[in-house]
Each structure stands twice: as structure tokens, then as C-alpha cells.
């Protein structure tokens, strides 16, 4: 809070009675600071410094008494324009009238010279000394000092030159603005600009209340003058200037906006997303936690080691896959790691093993998480929580949403300040990179204190070493003698026949040269690989989870993240290791690296030995002791090695139900399952499906029966007909598993093993049978009939053409009308047959289901 002080210190003479005297009063400038703002810190100098200004002061003006005995009577600090007003009498005597002020004031100023000059704040600059001319006012409102000077004129209007030569003395004028219209009762005023703000301060104080003779009427009339500050630039006048000049403003709004996020906010998320991944704020990663977990939690659970052998031996079918993966690992980062195998494969266990055996820094993004969000907005929260990236401002996004609909309205064109969802999720990862720069340097700055520290004790062992050799040759020289000996000649009894260290490595180079060349070579060497070893140590690790697109609205996401993973692997930041369920994603990544090969690494189902051994430990583990006959093992061997499959299965049972009775459950859960997600619920649901059911039914009905299928056998047959993206969709929904081979599709199979016994019973329903066959039927009868119907109509234009033809030219060469009309009446046969062997089985059909309660 403005401290508001008093607004002067006065005193009083009383004056001799001699002789008559007047009284005025006085303007001193330049004794405090002006007072420019609120904010103008040298205001509390002034504050500081004058009771030694005003007694300086003081005692100067007391040394004018010999000036037309010149006596001041009250002095008045008028601290926010820097000046002092002065209350003082003199005698008029000698004094030449019309001119009494201006030689008053000469002579005071010529006398103040003399002593020194009046005193100032800065003790730079001395100030001047002015007769006021009208009236003092002392105020403290919060009108500070300007160039600008507004002079009201109370009364008829001064002419300009007569004002310009009125306000002269003080300091040279910029510009004179004349009076100007102005409402009814508003007194007309003109605007003087001062070429600095000390003539203008020293201008208002000397001429308000001024009242000056006006020559514009025919009677003679006074006017009386009225002065106070004008700002420079009003605040109305900056809005209206910038509400009216939007093309400009905008751009610069958003350029300060950009600059304090840059500045401010940016190295702020770069530190949490660093925080994250070094887990600093991971109370289980501190040392004092993980110290009472090893003597408290860790020390009361033991674990059987023959379990981890049985572990190893279960999942030995990805082995072969975690050893490609530790190989793409250890190597500088030139391209992605897609990893890639059916749901329940077992895709994150091997690669949570495989960084737990590297104890590298992993940075883990779910895209399912994100594929989950409702909104962009929510989208872009999650991938920010996932990061670590922190503050996150999305209302700022919405308000520049808001604020492109105006400028539209504004100026006819978007502002540009609202940015799409992948110009947001490009920011975000721009700063995650950023981090990830900063995690590797970490990294490799403590990777090199530890290569440091197991030199410098290699460095010790190897002295050691020869200290041991030298005195267990003899040859060792203990400096501590010397001082026992004594000093100056009597220090030589302490030097035997022992060489010094100088001269032993004389000798060892001399004799061992070529020896202790090759073990520096092969010693810089082995330092050098260690430091490349070490060096890919300390790179991060980015996991990109679950890549896959739930909707075509989120594909965009796929694409930034496809092509941030290019450039993290291009530039070497980072390991970049991706996990989908389908192969079919690779695509993108492979677009954002087109001249390099992705390390594609494929998981598949374990065998039925790994898969039984795999249910036995669980099994065993959770302290369910049951053997498994012969029946049973086959029964598990129907889930095939699809982890998620074996875990349900292995739930089942330590809930109490049998081997048979579970494996029937998983069975008839996925029946159901089947004809939801192949079938559709009802016909509404089922015209939202990318593939129609006659083509679902095909593929169920021909897996029912065997293990696999040709690719092309389903598809150029009915009801394909070449239509491969149903077959993708339904390979994306995990119906069915596509196989290749040279790169092409080569087979079929079910997306699951225990899928095959799930169509078999699909199939085997009678009553949904008869239903799917009756319409797949008549599919067939529709298509069939619309044959027909063109061949009976080629047939017709064929008889036609033949009567027209010679008939003796049927014996001289074979007749094409005729050849043609065979073969399309084999075809019409055929196709006659067909609808109607469909419809008898139409008949069977729809007496099945008519016998159904």
C-alpha cells in the first residue's frame, strides 16, 4: 500500500515591522526525483534523503537575505513532481514595477550561484529557482509527471504565440495543439508537449492559477489558467488500437504466448518427464524402501528355485524371440523392433523380463489407453500421464478454438492459434525427446564414473602388486629411511643398492618393450569396446504398447507416434521396441521408415508340452495338487499354448472346477463370443459388421472340420468373390489368423486354437446351423437365378443368330453360335441343378427348425 505522507514541513518567522514588505512564493526544482509512476522506486530516495535536503536547504535560502532582503517564512516538499515550494517576503523597494519578478528572480538565482547552488537528490544535477506566478497546489492524487501539459483556460482563449512565449522559459516546446471544440460547460483547453518531463513539472507548478490578460474581446478581460499532466498514451487508446488492428495483434499474441511456453514451461515438463523416468519420485525406488524390503518382505517370502528352472523350461518356446530382442538391444539404434503375435502370447512377459535383465530406463506408452479416450482433449491427458509431461494447459487449446471463431468473424481468416490433435501430440513428444536426450546423458555420465572407478582401482591393484614384487625382490625403496639416517651426507646411509622407480621402468621398457606395447593396445582396446557397450547401455528404452487402431479417428495417432519412433532411432536417442497383435501394423512403421527394414520379431503358441508343463507349475504354485490323466492332457491340448487361454483354464481349476469341466466352460464362453462378434446380435447390429454373415459362416463352417485353409480357396469362392478386406477385418478381429508365405497369404486358421472346437460346436448347432444355411442358401438361389436369368437371355440371342446363319455351312466348318450355345447350356444346366439341389435342402432345412419348441 502507497504510504501517504504529509504534504509538507513548515516553519514560521515573524517579520520586522520596519518597513512594508510582500509576501510570494518560490519553486525549487530538482530537489527530489519526479515521480514518473507508482512503480518509480526512486521516489523512497527522495523519502530517505530529505530532512539533510531540507536542512541544506535551509541554511542557503538564509544566505539571501541579502537580496532585496529576501526572508523565507515556510518551506513546503512537493516530493511527487521533485520540486519545493518556498513562502518568503521581500521588499519591492528597488525594484523596477512590471519587471519585479523577473529581476527578483535573477537576483536570488545569481546569489544562489554564488553559495553553491541549490542542493539535489542525486548531488549530479543542481537544480533552478522560480517565482511562482499563480497559485501553488499541492496535491498527492496519482497524477504523475509528463511531458504533456494540458492548460485549461478558464476564461476567453489565450492566443497561441502568447502561450508559446508564456511556457518558452521553462524548457523548448515539441508541439503546441490549439484548443479544440469541446461539450457545453467543459472548459476549452490547449496541449503543450514539453521536450522533457522536468520543463513540464516545472511549468505546471509556476503557472497554475496564472491569470494573463486576454486581448480576443473588446473589453479587457483576464483568464485564468489551469495546468495539470496529460498521459502520454491513454489506456483506452491502446485497447481501441489493438481491438482495431487484429491481424496484428493476434500473431503477436501467439508469438509471446509460444515464447513463454518455450521459456518457461517446456524445460519445467522436460524435467518431470526426466523425474518419471528415473523414477524420482518413486517412493519404492529409494534406497531406504528397498533397503526394508530386502530385510523385512523379501526375507519372510522364499521361493522354491526349481520353480524358476520350471519357468525357463515352460516359456523355452520364447526363447528364441527374447534372444532377438536382446540382440536388436545391444546394438546402436538404426531402426524399430516390431514384436508381434496373438493376443495372450505372451508378448509383454518376455519383454518385462527382458528389461528387468537389462535394468535400463523404458519409457511404456499404452495406445489402447489412448484409443479409449472420448475426446481429443482426454486423449491428449492420458498420452501426458503416460509421459510424465507436466503442466498440461488443454483449456488453452479450447479458448484458441473459441478464438479462431472470432477472428473469422474479425478479419475473415482463422488466427491460427488452436492447434489439432496431432500438433499436440507432436509438442508432447517433442519434450519427451528432450528428456530422453537428458536421461541418456545422465546415464552415461554415471556409466563413466563407474569406468573411472574401476581404473583408478586397477590402477591401485597393479601398484600394489609391484610394491609386493619389488620387495620380495629386494629392490624396494623406503623413503622413510632417509629421514632416519639423517639429513644432508648422513641421508645417504639411508640409499642402498635398491633401484629407484625410474630406473626400474628404464629397465622393464627396455628389456619388456614390445611385451608392454601390445597389453597398452589391447588394454585401449578393451576400454574403447567397453565404452561403446556402455554407451548403448545408457540409452532409454521406448515401448509403444498395443499398437493398434480402434477407430479410423485414431489412426492420426498411429502416424505421429510411427513417425516419432523413426526419428528417436535415426538420431540414436533411443531403443524403440513396438508391440501389436497384428503384423498388419507394421505397416505404418514401415512408412515412416521406408529405407530401412523393420527387426520384426514373431511370437506364436507354445507347444502342448510347454503348454501342460505351463499349467502343472501354476498349478503346483498355487498349492492344487491334481494329476492330470491322459483324457485331461488332451483336453488342455484343445487350448493349444495361447497364455491367455492356459490362465483361464488354470483360474478355473483353483476355483474348484475339473480339467473337463473347465476347458467346456472356456468352450461355451467362446461360442458365444463367436456368434456375437461374427454374427452380430441381430440383423441391425449385423449390417455394422465389415464382413456379412454368409462370408462368416464359409470361414466357420470350412475351419469346423479342419485345422487350416487355403487363402485362396475362401477367397475366389462365394461369398468373397475376391473381397479381401473382409477377410483382414476379420483377421483385425481376431476371428481368424492369416499365415504367408514368399509374402503372400498363404492359409487360414483360427484366431485362437481353442477356436477350432468353438466352430465345431458353432456348427454343430443344429438350430443356428439350419438358420445360417437356409440364408447362406439363399443367397446362393439369388446369385444363382440372376446366372440364369443372363444365360437364358444369351441363349435366346444365340438361337436367333443362328437361324439366321447358312445351314450348309454347318457341314463345311464347325459353327461358333453353336459351340457357344453348348457350353452355355451346360452352364444353364448346372445352375438349374444347383437351385434346385439348394432348395431341397431349403425344404430339409425349414422342417428342422419347424420342429424346434
Known amino acids: 500500500m502507497l504510504r501517504l505522507l504529509p504534504l509538507g514541513r513548515s516553519y514560521t518567522t515573524a517579520a520586522a515591522a520596519v518597513a512594508p514588505k510582500k509576501e510570494a512564493w518560490l519553486y525549487l526544482d530538482s530537489v527530489f526525483p519526479v515521480q514518473l509512476a507508482l512503480w518509480d522506486f526512486r521516489h523512497y530516495i527522495g523519502i530517505l534523503r530529505e530532512d539533510n535536503l531540507l536542512s541544506t536547504l535551509e541554511s542557503r535560502l538564509e544566505g539571501l537575505s541579502s537580496v532585496h532582503g529576501f526572508k523565507p517564512l515556510e518551506i513546503q516538499p512537493h516530493r511527487k513532481d521533485g520540486g519545493v515550494f518556498v513562502r518568503f517576503s521581500y521588499s519591492p523597494s528597488n525594484l523596477e514595477e512590471g519587471k519585479e519578478w523577473s529581476a527578483l528572480q535573477a537576483a536570488l538565482s545569481k546569489e544562489v550561484e554564488k553559495q553553491g547552488g541549490l542542493p539535489s537528490w542525486s548531488g549530479v544535477r543542481s537544480g533552478t529557482l522560480w517565482v511562482v506566478r499563480g497559485s501553488p497546489w499541492k496535491e498527492d492524487m496519482n497524477r504523475f509527471a509528463s511531458p504533456l501539459l494540458r492548460v485549461a483556460f478558464d476564461g476567453p482563449d489565450i492566443q497561441e504565440q502568447s502561450l508559446y512565449e508564456l511556457c518558452r522559459p521553462f524548457g523548448r516546446i515539441r508541439d503546441l495543439a490549439p484548443p479544440t471544440p469541446v461539450p457545453a460547460g467543459t472548459l476549452r483547453s490547449s496541449l503543450i508537449s514539453f521536450q522533457h518531463v522536468h520543463s513540464a513539472t516545472i511549468a505546471r507548478n509556476v503557472l497554475h492559477g496564472l491569470e494573463v490578460p486576454s486581448t480576443s474581446g473588446s473589453a479587457p478581460s483576464k483568464t485564468r489558467i489551469r495546468a495539470q499532466y496529460d498521459t502520454p498514451v491513454k489506456a483506452h487508446d491502446i485497447r481501441n488500437w489493438m481491438s482495431s488492428h487484429p491481424k496484428i495483434m493476434l500473431p503477436i499474441i501467439i508469438f509471446l504466448l509460444g515464447t513463454l511456453t518455450y521459456t518457461i514451461f517446456d524445460p519445467i515438463r522436460s524435467v518431470m518427464v526426466k523425474a518419471k523416468m528415473l523414477n524420482w519420485f518413486d517412493y519404492r525406488k529409494f534406497r531406504l524402501y528397498e533397503w526394508l524390503r530386502v530385510n523385512t518382505v523379501d526375507r519372510l517370502s522364499t521361493r522354491n528355485e526349481t520353480v524358476t528352472k520350471l519357468e525357463e523350461e515352460v516359456w523355452k518356446e520364447r526363447k528364441e524371440a527374447e534372444s532377438a530382442l536382446k540382440g536388436y538391444l545391444s546394438d546402436m539404434p538404426t531402426t524399430i523392433a516390431f514384436v508381434h503375435g496373438p493376443a495372450g502370447s505372451g508378448k509383454i512377459t518376455m519383454l518385462n523380463s527382458v528389461l528387468k535383465q537389462s535394468r535400463r530406463t523404458a519409457l511404456i506408452i499404452d495406445c489402447r489407453e489412448l484409443n479409449n479416450s472420448p475426446s481429443d482433449s482426454s486423449l491428449v491427458d492420458d498420452l501426458a500421464k503416460q509421459t510424465g509431461y507436466w503442466p498440461v494447459f488443454n483449456f488453452v487449446n479450447s479458448m484458441g478454438n473459441l478464438i479462431d471463431l472470432a477472428s ?446
Open 408 to 853: 473469422v468473424g474479425l478479419m475473415g481468416q482463422k488466427a491460427g492459434i488452436s492447434s489439432s490433435l496431432p500438433e499436440q501430440l507432436k509438442q508432447i513428444l517433442g519434450v519427451v525427446t528432450v528428456a530422453l536426450r537428458s536421461v541418456s546423458s545422465v546415464h552415461r555420465a554415471s556409466i563413466q564414473r563407474q569406468i573411472q572407478d574401476r581404473e583408478a582401482e586397477e590402477a591401485r591393484r597393479i601398484q600394489d602388486a609391484r610394491k609386493r614384487h619389488a620387495i620380495m625382490s629386494g629392490t624396494w625403496h623406503d623413503g622413510r629411511l632417509d629421514c632416519i639416517a639423517g639429513n644432508g651426507v648422513m641421508s645417504e646411509l639411508g640409499i642402498g643398492d635398491e633401484l629407484f622407480s625410474e630406473d626400474m621402468e628404464i629397465t622393464l621398457s627396455s628389456d619388456e618393450f614390445k611385451n608392454i606395447s601390445e597389453e597398452q593396445d589391447n588394454t585401449q582396446r578393451k576400454k574403447k569396446a567397453l565404452e561403446d557397450v556402455e554407451a548403448i547401455k545408457a540409452l532409454p528404452i521406448v515401448v509403444i504398447r498395443n499398437f493398434a487402431a480402434s477407430s479410423s479417428s485414431k489412426e492420426e495417432v498411429l502416424d505421429v507416434l510411427s513417425q516419432w519412433g523413426a526419428s528417436l532411432t535415426e538420431n540414436h536417442i533411443a531403443h524403440v521396441v513396438v508391440l501389436s497383435d497384428n503384423r498388419e501394423n507394421s505397416k505404418r512403421l514401415a512408412k515412416a521408415l521406408p529405407t530401412k527394414p523393420l527387426s520384426s520379431i514373431a511370437l506364436s503358441d507354445a507347444d502342448p508340452k510347454s503348454s501342460l508343463s505351463f499349467v502343472k507349475q501354476k498349478l503346483s504354485d498355487a498349492g492344487v495338487d491334481i494329476g492330470i490323466s491322459t483324457q485331461e492332457t488332451h483336453l488342455v491340448e484343445r487350448l493349444g499354448g495361447r497364455a491367455s487361454d492356459l490362465e483361464s483354464l488354470i483360474h478355473k481349476v483353483r476355483s474348484g472346477m475339473t480339467v473337463e469341466e473347465a476347458i467346456d466352460d472356456i468352450i461355451s464362453r467362446g461360442v458365444a463370443e463367436t456368434r456375437k462378434n461374427a454374427f452380430g446380435e441381430d440383423a441391425e447390429d449385423a449390417k455394422n459388421l465389415p464382413w456379412t454373415r454368409y462370408q462368416a459362416w464359409k470361414v466357420l463352417k470350412t475351419l469346423s472340420t479342419k485345422p487350416e485353409t487355403g487363402y485362396y480357396d475362401i477367397l475366389v469362392d462365394f461369398p468373397f468373390k475376391g473381397d479381401e478386406n473382409a477377410l483382414r477385418s476379420m483377421e483385425h478381429a481376431e476371428l481368424i489368423s492369416i499365415s504367408t508365405k514368399d509374402g503372400r497369404p498363404s492359409t487360414i486358421r483360427p484366431g485362437k486354437p481353442v477356436f477350432r472346437y468353438v466352430f465345431e460346436r458353432v456348427v454343430n448347432d443344429k438350430v443356428f446351423r439350419a438358420t445360417q444355411e437356409l440364408a447362406y442358401n439363399e443367397k446362393q438361389i439369388l446369385d444363382t437365378e440372376a446366372k440364369i436369368q443372363g444365360y437364358e437371355q444369351e441363349l435366346s440371342l444365340l438361337i436367333d443368330t443362328m437361324e439366321k446363319e447358312n445351314r450348309l455351312e454347318w457341314f463345311m466348318r464347325p459353327s461358333r453360335c453353336r459351340e457357344r450355345t453348348r457350353v452355355v447350356g451346360q452352364k444353364l444346366y448346372s445352375a438349374t441343378r444347383k437351385v434346385e439341389e439348394l432348395e431341397h435342402k431349403n425344404v430339409e432345412l425349414k422342417k428342422i427348425l419347424s420342429q424346434v419348441i
